[in-house]
């Protein structure tokens, strides 16, 4: 059996009906915020249970144009998480602001008792990163923001659909960045992405912000960003909407598959599992003893893993000005060494999600 990570060339096997929704896009000449951008921005905002969803270029676009309207710029500073991928700090740092990175929990997302000794006088926000589709414990969060009268800004891009305590992603702080990426659990062909908020403010500025801050044709307010969603990509994103409850729904059963095959291992470490939350298993991580080794032994048997993500940013070349050392974030660096990636996607099978766990039992002896 072959367990392939990536799924690309499998999600559009009988693309016609949505190249006939591009060519309807194509026939009317609407390429850029043309209907199917709103209709879209619609749909989105429903599933995360918010006013309004503003389409937009990409992830990275999304939090770095929600700092932006938001005010924070340089001088400011942001804390992240660290184990994410790049644009979660690298957003900040794109707005001229200070990346401040806090260490994590067990969950691999920000720990909120780590918190508090990573605020100066000049935090503005908190940005936590919904790792693998796993929701970050946002109430003390939040609880900590209120006090330090901090913005919290959540980068949603691995979790669209999941819910902390009854609440989606995405309406849990003052605005969500989501990414549609490929990889991501919704996607479209390329780039794009999508900012969240209940605000009204908010909505109307980030309209502005991404596109040129032209009030009218013919009014600019202030000058700005190009980045929107393109419409071509909002009539894909329609019809991948319609998917998301059947995506996600399989990745959960693989998750819970994976979770009862693997949690009587010793060698592997899963991560707690609360019952107030609903995760969408954008990844599935596990911590696991002799990790490369296992890495190579699942290799053999024809199974291909990962690691998100080996070097933590704040070892990255990039973030050397900001002066962090290894040891810096104890939990993430040791995570960062022990930490693999299965296969989880909703073109797997039962089967495959056996096959990886036996092929994880045999390496550590429980076959
Ligand atoms: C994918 C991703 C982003 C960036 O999204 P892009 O659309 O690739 O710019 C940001 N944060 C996290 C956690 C991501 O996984």
Same mark, same amino acid.
């Given at each position: 059996m072959e367990v392939k990570y990536s799924y690309l060339d499998k999600q559009f096997g009988e693309p016609e009906e949505l190249l006939n929704q591009i060519r309807a896009v194509v026939g009317t000449g609407f390429f850029t915020l043309g209907p199917q951008v709103p209709e879209f921005e619609k749909k989105f905002a429903a599933v995360c249970g918010v006013k309004h969803a503003i389409g937009v270029g990409n992830g990275t676009d999304a939090l770095m144009l929600i700092l932006k309207s938001l005010g924070i710029g340089p001088g400011d500073e942001v804390i992240t998480a660290s184990n994410s991928f790049v644009a979660s700090a690298g957003a900040i740092a794109i707005v001229g602001a200070k990346p401040v990175f806090a260490d994590v929990g067990a969950d691999y997302n920000l720990d909120p008792a780590k918190l508090e000794a990573a605020i100066t006088p000049r935090t503005k926000a908190i940005l936590p990163v919904h790792l693998t589709g796993n929701p970050a414990d946002i109430d003390p969060i939040l609880e900590i923001a209120k006090r330090h009268r901090l913005y919290v800004v959540e980068d949603a891009a691995q979790a669209i659909r999941a819910e902390y305590k009854g609440r989606r992603v995405g309406s849990l702080g003052i605005a969500a960045g989501f990414s549609l990426h490929p990889l991501k659990n919704l996607n479209v062909w390329g780039d794009g992405g999508v900012i969240t908020t209940n605000s009204d403010y908010l909505d109307e500025k980030l309209r502005l912000w991404r596109n040129?801050?032209? *009030?009218? *044709?013919?009014?600019?307010?202030f000058f700005a960003h190009n980045s929107r969603l393109d419409t071509v990509q909002a009539a894909v994103g329609l019809k991948l909407l319609d998917e998301l409850e059947g995506i996600t729904q399989k990745r959960l059963v693989f998750g819970r598959l994976y979770d009862s095959l693997l949690s009587d291992v010793p060698g592997v470490v899963l991560p707690p599992r609360r019952s107030d939350v609903f995760q969408v298993f954008h990844t599935y991580i596990i911590q696991a003893d002799k990790r490369d080794e296992l890495l190579r032994f699942l290799e053999t048997r024809g199974i291909e893993t990962k690691v998100h993500y080996p070097t933590p940013i704040h070892l990255q070349p990039a973030a050397r000005y900001l002066g962090y050392r290894p040891g810096d974030l104890p939990a993430t660096e040791e995570q960062a060494r022990r930490i693999l990636t299965l296969p989880i996607h909703q073109y797997l099978s039962e089967d495959h999600i056996r096959y990886v766990a036996a092929g994880i039992r045999e390496f550590y002896g429980r076959g």
């Open positions: 040129h801050g032209m *009030r009218t *044709r013919d009014e600019i307010s």
